[in-house]
């Protein structure tokens, strides 16, 4: 299998373009039978030197994470390879994906509710949760200032608003700590203000307050938040930060995504919530009981280095793809 992935600058919160490059090539490495190449794609001004790179090389399959690159350029490679892209914010944004799938041969979606709809659309498709690199999230020991009784790292998208809103009184009496944009959107954002950073942090610094905290909120989006999941397709499977809080043995408390019992075991590896009244008890519960968080997250740990690392998710991609389940509509 020879594997080119077309990179970009357009960078993400999950820092996906480096996280599969790392892993690709690690995976080069260990199988003898696979080959990786990658490529910067930046502007049109580029398709002289892919085209060049993409006849040298020879690839099997061509593979992309962002839909900026245009359909000439997509239709060009497909005379010489199959190419796909991975979409990662399914459903949230089903109505661009819808348009931008169109050229390609194949879709890998993060979201398993999303494939019968590719499908559907005469388009072949995988089903890819995200995962982690554990090289940038693991275990270590952090200074007092990342040190909170609960944390949450996220931004303020429209389903969380109501939820932090609805938990502040009991968060204000806690050690806490909110980062991220968009949170002057509260209704108790005057009280919230002083625990909350308005800003982005690069995943080192994520992990330190990962590691630090003694519990992680992981609050999922609502499915149809931006009003651009256009069929109302539900959303199944966890986010990356799922992965990213397990790698630092850290424990987290995470909404009931149907998708999560098919990752981790439920109160094992992870600890879900059913409600507000449910998340205040078992947060009140499990501050309470650093022993069980301890067992807890360090399941999770090794269960995530096990299964959920960008090495595992890439070499079952090309198991995939050694099946011919990029070709099957």
Known sequence: MRLMFIYTSQNTLSHLDSNIISAFKTLEKNLEDFTFGSVFYNSMQDLLKISHKVRSFRPDVILKCHPNVPASLINMLKKYATVGIWVVNDPYNLMIHEKSVKP??????????????????????????????????????????????ISFIGNAWP???PIIDNLAPFLLKKKFIIIGKNWNKLKSYKKMQPYIIDTLIPPREVAKYYNGSKIILNIH????????????????TPNNRTFDIAACSAFQLCDCRQGLDHLYKINDEVVCYNSLEDLKSKIN?????????????????????????????????????????????
């Open 285 to 329: 519960e499990y501050l309470k009981n650093e022993k069980e968080r301890e067992r807890i997250s360090n399941n999770a740990l090794r269960r995530t280095l096990t299964d959920h690392t960008y090495e595992k998710r890439l070499q079952y991609l090309l198991h995939c793809f050694s099946k011919g389940q990029h070709l099957k509509k």
């Open 104 to 149: 390609y041969d194949f879709v890998i979606s993060q979201d398993a509710s999303c494939v019968s709809f590719y499908n559907q659309k005469n388009k072949p498709c995988i089903h890819l949760p995200l995962a982690v690199n554990p090289k940038k999230y693991h275990p270590m020991k952090v200074p007092e200032k990342y040190q909170y009784d």
């Open 159 to 161: 389903e969380r608003i």
């Open 221 to 236: 989006r609502g499915h149809n938040d931006v009003k651009m999941n256009h069929k109302k397709l539900p959303a199944f």
